[in-house]
């Protein structure tokens, strides 16, 4: 329930901008996709904690904050120009 909450949270300040800045232009699609990412990266640090302990958790949450930011970054700008990116 708290990934829930923390992911309305975050996606409250994409939400704000969408009103209030004229060149931020989010659809409902991609504060879907944003809140899916988000509640994912969560959710797969909680089981990395869960599970993990040690070095083995440290390394854990800095490949999926990796994979999170590559993804992020992907779907934003395409960085790697698969044919989901960003423009």
Known sequence: MK???????????????NMYI??????????????VLIFSFLSFTNFIRKKFSGIKEILAI?????????LWAELAVGIFG??????
């Open 62 to 70: 800095i490949i999926v904050v990796i994979v999170f930011i590559l």
């Open 22 to 35: 004229n060149d931020f232009n989010w659809s409902l699609v991609d504060f879907i996709i944003v809140g």
């Open 82 to 87: 698969s044919p989901f990116a960003g423009s």
């Open 3 to 17: 990934r829930i909450i923390y992911t309305l949270i975050l996606l409250t300040i994409p939400f704000l901008s």
